[in-house]
């Protein structure tokens, strides 16, 4: 079965539908959500794509990515996906969305509306094989720093989104989850 990504406009309003795979190479505007999960201790889990990704593969990133499917709420898609790649549910909560468009690997461009949420956790994840190869928990003083060192281990929105990422949790005074 082929996965369908909700296309939007730029006030993330529906327009239509698109197979991902398509629209990832036609670089269309679709509805996405980058989830970053805490531990009580402040440390954000990342992961480190698995080689057989169809795009950015093998370079570290936030908790887990997707897209919601036609029908299916930003929260609802978040935590299925959630479960699907790192092996647990949790409570999230939504804190800002951006739009950025950029090509990457494998003549694919990412050009995504993208949900930006967060929740907290502190087990160990089960992350899927198919789909991480790795996982950490890191402070984000310590990521932020390599990011400026070695920006190309790192997936382009997980980049992009974390300066924005820290002053939003840090602002929000229902999240404690902010190491720095």
């Not at 699907?84 to 494998?106: A, L, P, T």
């Amino acid at each position: 079965m082929k996965e369908e990504l909700i296309l939007v406009n730029e006030n993330d309003e529906e327009i239509g539908v698109e197979e991902k795979i398509t629209a990832h190479l036609n670089g269309v505007l679709h509805r996405a959500f980058s989830l970053f999960i805490f531990n009580s201790g402040g440390q954000l889990l990342v992961q480190k794509r698995t080689s057989t990704k169809y795009h950015s593969q093998g370079l570290w990133s936030n908790t887990c990515c997707g897209h919601p499917r036609p029908g299916e709420s930003i929260e609802k898609a978040s935590r299925r996906r959630l479960k699907e790649e790192m092996g647990f549910d949790c409570v999230v909560q939504k804190i800002f969305e951006f739009v950025y468009c950029v090509q990457v690997d494998n003549g694919f461009y990412e050009h995504e509306y993208d949900h930006i949420l967060v929740g907290q956790f502190d087990g160990t994840p089960a992350p899927n094989r198919n789909e991480v190869d790795d996982w950490d928990w890191v402070n984000l003083s310590k990521i932020r720093l390599d990011m400026q060192t070695h920006p190309d281990n790192y997936t382009y929105w997980f980049r992009i989104s974390i300066d924005e990422l820290c002053r939003s949790v840090k602002s929000a005074k229902s999240l404690v989850i902010y190491d720095s």
